[in-house]
């Protein structure tokens, strides 16, 4: 009994000691969430374990994660994230090298963040509209020069950068010219004209058992309107029947109009045939005979008279 109470700790124990290899560490949420869902594509278990607080430019704090596998599982685990890019290389940007760079702000550090919170401010609102993924977005304030002050300064630009899942590419949505106007809404002197859009496409790594693929829907013009390819035969022929019928209709009416044009000329010609009246009818001419033959008539016929 003592040997098969030794023998079922030594099995626990053997389970229990299944090690993992961490392969990805201090990454943000959203890169995090992107590994596990490429490993568990391609059937590798993988674990998101929260690491430690670090801390953003603006002083927030950020939430760094590492991802482990089983060991067995790591090498072939390193090799998918080298093959996709992640996780991504993101270097600092200017918030982060003018923050806590002295007790006293710069103006340079102050308009850094003023431009750094607004392009934050207009990104959330962006990633409100369903189906954008991510969105990051740069402004650009021209600087005056001090050795010309007086030279005309070059127009704000913004760049707009959007990761959707395909929302964008429906040209009846019009959403890259609605979200160039709330930026250049957003950010006082900003034009339309001077605000770019760069839409990409996400592609999710998705488990193809559980999702239903739908091929992506292509569009084109027919007559100057945006319709799906599949439809756009369906539309042709429905425009141009219609035009033959109205040519048909047309033609019915001028031959009917060319049949009754001497009945209309004979009853008054087209002031009568818009009014509210019936047609007048036509008037009928009483036969007038001659006056010889009057004449004629009202005599009494002689009768021949016999001689003796």
């Not at 704000?156 to 040209?171: E, Q």
């Not at 496409?201 to 100057?224: D, H, N």
């Amino acid at each position: 009994m003592s040997r098969l109470l030794y023998a079922l700790v030594l099995l626990f124990a053997v389970c229990a000691c299944q090690t993992t290899k961490t392969i990805v560490n201090g990454v943000d949420e959203r890169d995090a969430n992107e590994i596990l869902v490429l490993l568990d594509r391609n059937g590798i278990v993988a674990q998101k374990i929260q690491e430690k607080a670090g801390s953003m430019g603006a002083g927030h704090a950020e939430v760094l994660w590492d991802i482990a596998v089983p060991s067995e599982d790591g090498e072939r685990a390193m090799a998918l994230l080298s093959k996709n890019g992640l996780p991504r290389t993101i270097g600092p940007n200017l918030l982060d090298l003018f923050t806590n760079t002295g007790l006293v702000p710069s103006d340079i550090a102050e308009k850094i963040r003023y431009r750094q919170g607004l392009s934050d401010e207009i990104a959330n609102m962006i990633r409100k509209i369903d189906g954008i993924v991510d969105v990051e977005v740069q402004l650009s304030f021209p600087q005056q020069n001090a050795l010309n002050p007086n030279a005309k300064l070059p127009p704000i630009t913004a760049s707009v950068f959007v990761k959707h899942t395909g929302i964008l590419d429906n040209p009846n949505s019009h959403l890259i010219s609605k979200i160039r106007r709330l930026v250049a809404g957003a950010v006082s002197g900003l034009t339309y004209d001077h605000v770019t859009v760069i839409p990409i496409k996400a592609s999710f790594a998705i488990p193809v058992s559980t999702v239903i693929r739908i091929a992506p829907q292509q569009y084109t013009q027919v007559f100057g309107f945006t319709v799906a390819t599949t439809s756009a035969g369906k539309l042709q022929l429905l425009i141009i029947s219609i035009i033959i019928l109205l040519v048909v209709l047309i033609a019915c009416f001028s031959w009917l109009f060319w049949k009754i044009s001497p009945i209309l000329k004979r009853r008054g010609g087209m002031n009568n045939l818009f009014h509210l009246t019936p047609l007048p009818q036509p008037t009928v001419q009483a036969e007038v005979k001659p006056p010889s033959e009057e004449k004629k008539a009202e005599l009494p016929e002689k009768k021949p008279i016999d001689l003796p």
